[in-house]
Every structure is written in structure tokens, then in C-alpha cells.
């Protein structure tokens, strides 16, 4: 079985410049989310998806990031325009259930690293 | 907002026991989690916890919780130098939902 898949797999760029990452689920996983890991921190989730749906974007930068998983299945996660302190691995990840299921495991891509300069 | 900590460093010896504390906030998790991630690579699922729980053991690894102090701790059974990596305790509610992970926990293991 593939696992989930990213790219590319780094990505540098200046300030204020606009970046899109690429997520590839696992095949039939309903859940997809998107977390932030900037060095020396855990994970931190920025987006939730449920098929194409988001069932929570709490900690998402609206102002700067955005994000949309059509047909329920490849995502994409945008930062325009990105700052200094969005670099960081962003790190896809996903999972078979949905928020009605009981344990869930989440199954981790390679991430991205982005340097903004 | 809710929170996830963890000690920065562990050094043990190879052979000992290592031992990995975590506390958390939100009394609402139902499963406690344990990663592994070595090096350019990325997250590893070691094991979990269903919060009604209060212990599992799977081969080197126990994980223990104390759900009234919220506390959990991984524990490796003779430690060897390829568990050297970062842990991290993570946390949510049902269906993988509200995620928090701490900030992970570097074991160094020496020869």
C-alpha cells in the first residue's frame, strides 16, 4: 500500500512570495489534515478535512494560508504571501475514518521543508 | 487553548530503561498517543492509549496513563542506540479530532 505522498519536498522562496503544497492520501482515506512543525516544536494542526469538507481550521492563518481538497482526495495547501516565520516542515497526514469513528490513526507523508528568506 | 508538554532531553545508557513523561490539559482526549521521528524522516504511530486505560505493554514499550493527573509515560525496555530519535506524546478526541502534539522529547542513547 502507497503512503501518503508530498511534494516537493523542499521549496525555498523570499518573503512575500506565494508557495503551494501538494498532498496525495492514502487511497480511500476519508480524513485529511495538514500540520505545521517549525524546528524545536511538535506538529501543529492547521487544517482538518473530512472527504472535501474542513471540520476544523481553528488554527489556520486565514488572513495568509489557504487550503482545499477537491473531490475528497489531493489537497493543497497555499501561503500567499509567506513571511519569515512560515518556515517550518509542513507535514500532510491521513486517515481511513471519519470524526464518527472511534480510534483513528493517522499515517504521516515526508513533508515539506519551506525556507522563506 | 489546550496543551501538550513534554521534558526537552533523555540520556540513558544502552541497555537501561528509558522512561518518557507527558501532561496534558484537555480532560475531554480520548486517545493518548506516542511518535517516533528520526532524522529527515517523518512521523512514526509507536503505540496509543484509549483513555480508559491505564496501561498497555507491547514488546519493549508500556505506556501508562493517569487519567485524574493526566499524565502519560512511555517506557523502552533495553534501550538500544536505534531508539535514539525524538518522541511525541500527542492528544485528541474521538475520530483523531483537535490533535495536539507537545514539542517531543530527544532520547540520546549512549554506547
Known amino acids: 500500500e502507497a503512503g501518503v505522498a508530498q511534494s516537493p519536498r523542499y521549496k525555498i522562496i523570499e518573503k512575500r512570495q506565494s508557495v503551494a503544497f501538494w498532498c496525495n492520501p492514502i487511497s480511500g482515506h476519508a480524513t485529511l489534515y495538514w500540520y505545521q512543525q517549525i524546528l524545536g516544536q511538535g506538529p501543529k494542526l492547521l487544517i482538518q478535512f473530512q472527504n472535501n469538507g474542513v471540520v476544523d481550521d481553528s488554527q489556520l492563518p486565514k488572513d495568509r494560508f489557504s487550503a482545499e481538497r477537491l473531490k475528497g482526495v489531493d489537497s493543497t495547501l497555499k501561503i500567499q504571501p509567506a513571511k519569515l516565520e512560515d518556515s517550518a516542515v509542513y507535514l500532510c497526514?491521513?486517515?481511513?475514518?471519519?470524526?464518527?469513528?472511534?480510534?483513528?490513526?493517522?499515517?504521516f507523508g515526508p513533508g515539506t521543508r519551506l525556507t522563506v528568506l | 487553548g489546550e496543551d501538550v508538554e513534554q521534558s526537552l532531553f533523555l540520556s540513558v545508557r544502552e541497555g537501561d530503561s528509558s522512561v518518557i513523561n507527558c501532561t496534558y490539559t484537555d480532560s475531554s482526549s480520548t486517545y493518548l498517543y506516542w511518535y517516533k521521528q528520526e532524522p529527515g524522516a517523518g512521523l512514526q504511530l509507536l503505540t496509543y492509549?484509549?483513555?480508559?486505560?491505564d496501561m498497555k505493554q507491547d514488546q519493549r514499550l508500556t505506556v501508562l496513563l493517569n487519567k485524574k493527573d493526566k499524565h502519560l509515560s512511555l517506557r523502552i525496555a533495553d534501550t538500544q542506540t536505534g531508539d535514539s530519535a525524538i518522541y511525541f506524546c500527542?492528544?485528541?478526541?474521538?475520530?483523531?479530532?483537535?490533535?495536539?502534539f507537545g514539542a517531543g522529547t530527544r532520547l540520546f542513547v549512549k554506547a
Open positions: 500527542a492528544a485528541s478526541k474521538e475520530g483523531g479530532f483537535k490533535t495536539i
Open positions: 497526514a491521513s486517515s481511513l475514518g471519519g470524526l464518527l469513528s472511534s480510534y483513528n490513526e493517522q499515517f
Open positions: 492509549i484509549f483513555s480508559n486505560m
